[in-house]
């Protein structure tokens, strides 16, 4: 049976809670919690916390399951691939930057005060993490620790073949989950 590491879980698990109560609560939880841009220059409702507390609101159910979904598609193999502790400050280091990304847009746009919420920041930043170690993968199945070759990094649209590429030397993303493996076709 397939069993979800433990990082990955309790992310699940927090978000589904934090969801939960913000519906028990009627969404009270959106003013102190979300991320507040900055209207027209200033900090209105904005405060530190709410770089990372923003990761774990959500605006509807279908918002809080697709998140979800790509944190477990996703997320799984690579805390599997990378460790718990790596993969973890990797998740908040994605979900904190993608908060200042919005508030350097939000200046830069110069819009009105708004609330971000959401744990897309941080997926998008495993789908990163997974779709470079999966592209190096398709070619030569690289890890962080394994020495593969200076091109081995290269888009994997941009590479043709890679002299590694034998089953037996592709350790890093080998799951039982061979539908992930498809864009590989395309290389």
Not at 38 to 61: E, K, M, R
Not at 127 to 155: D, K, T, V
Request: hydrophobic share 45%; glycine share 10%.
């Amino acid at each position: 049976m397939f069993a979800m590491p433990p990082v990955t879980q309790a992310l699940i698990i927090v978000n589904v809670l934090v969801f939960m109560l913000q519906l028990a609560t009627g969404n009270q939880l959106i003013g102190p919690f979300a991320l507040w841009t900055f209207g027209g220059g200033q900090a209105s409702n904005f405060h530190v916390w709410q770089l990372v507390t923003y990761g774990f609101l959500h605006g509807n159910l279908t918002h809080l399951f697709f998140n979800m979904l790509a944190l477990f598609m996703f997320g799984s193999d690579i805390e599997r691939l990378w460790g718990p502790r790596r993969y973890l400050v990797y998740y908040f280091a994605c979900v904190v930057s993608a908060a200042l990304a919005q508030l350097a847009v939000s200046v830069l746009m110069s819009s009105g005060s708004y609330p971000t919420i959401g744990a897309s920041g941080g997926v998008f930043g495993v789908l990163l993490a997974f779709g470079m170690m999966s592209c190096a993968g398709w070619s030569c199945y690289c890890s962080p620790r394994s020495q593969c070759g200076p091109g081995c990094w290269l888009p994997c649209t941009v590479r043709s073949s890679c002299s590694w590429g034998s089953p037996a030397r592709r350790p890093a993303l080998r799951t039982s989950r061979t539908w992930a493996e498809w864009p590989g076709a395309f290389c």
